[in-house]
């Protein structure tokens, strides 16, 4: 597995402002991966980090409002910009870990965001 | 693209009792399914998987069991403890590339004592 940190692990943030999650992992990975989970729901895909290249951005999320940024291979960013109550949720990193068949996922720890 | 359903949304057992979580996927080409369990306030952690070369797979109380034929795979809980309840998300990925899980709605166990 991966130690996967987050910071901040909770934030309270007023409408209209940004904040700006980390990811740091301890060991170097090619793919990263960002989630929403809205309070009682499941795991929504973000956006695809892979260092280097652009981020992937899955239907219905958009770079102006989730920029990232991947400067390298144990580390990530993303930003939630012009914050609304609506993004109250927890926002999560995850990474793909490639044991001797096949890729499994691991997810950092979240942050907790509340927009007031 | 892949869609995944779980069932029940909500379970209730007795300790002791056996829990079986039920998922089916869309997508045929889907050949990695994992299954993660979330304690209130914490992060997904991976508790099993299996992959489709394989039909079933266990782990001490754990077992999951897959059909292709059908596109469904299903979690069994044996034996359990009140520190089984949490909510256990299944998910599908065709993994030969990296690409992203499909996770299902997830299923809240109670094991009560």
């Known amino acids: 597995s991966a130690v996967i940190s987050q910071k901040p692990s909770r934030d309270i943030c007023q409408r209209g402002t940004s904040l ?7 060991s170097q990975v090619t793919m990263m991966f960002w989630y929403r989970q809205q309070p009682g729901q499941s795991l929504t895909l973000i956006a695809t980090a892979n260092q280097g290249s652009e981020a992937t951005y899955e239907s219905g999320f958009v770079i102006d409002k989730f920029p990232i940024s991947r400067p390298n291979l144990t580390f990530s960013t993303l930003t939630v910009s012009n914050l609304s109550p609506e993004d109250s949720s927890i926002y999560l990193c995850s990474v793909h870990l490639r044991p001797v068949e096949g890729y499994e996922q691991y997810f950092g720890p979240g942050t907790r965001l509340t927009v007031t | 693209g892949e869609n995944v359903e779980q069932h029940p949304s909500t379970l209730s057992v007795q300790e002791g009792d056996s829990a079986v979580i039920k998922c089916t996927y869309s997508d045929s080409a889907s050949n990695y399914f994992p299954w993660y369990k979330q304690e209130l306030g914490k992060r997904p952690q991976l ?6 070369n394989v039909g079933e797979k266990k782990d001490q109380r754990i077992a999951v069991t897959l059909n292709k034929t059908a596109k469904h795979f299903s979690l069994h809980i044996t034996e359990t403890q009140p520190e089984d309840s949490a909510v256990y998300f299944c998910a599908a990925s065709k993994d030969n590339y990296g690409q992203n899980f499909v996770f299902g709605p997830g299923t809240r166990l109670s094991v009560l004592p």
Do not use: F, L, P
Request: charged share 25%; glycine share 0%.
């Open chain 2, 47 to 52: 508790i099993i998987d299996i992959r489709s």
């Open chain 1, 20 to 26: 700006t999650i980390q990811c740091q992992v301890d």
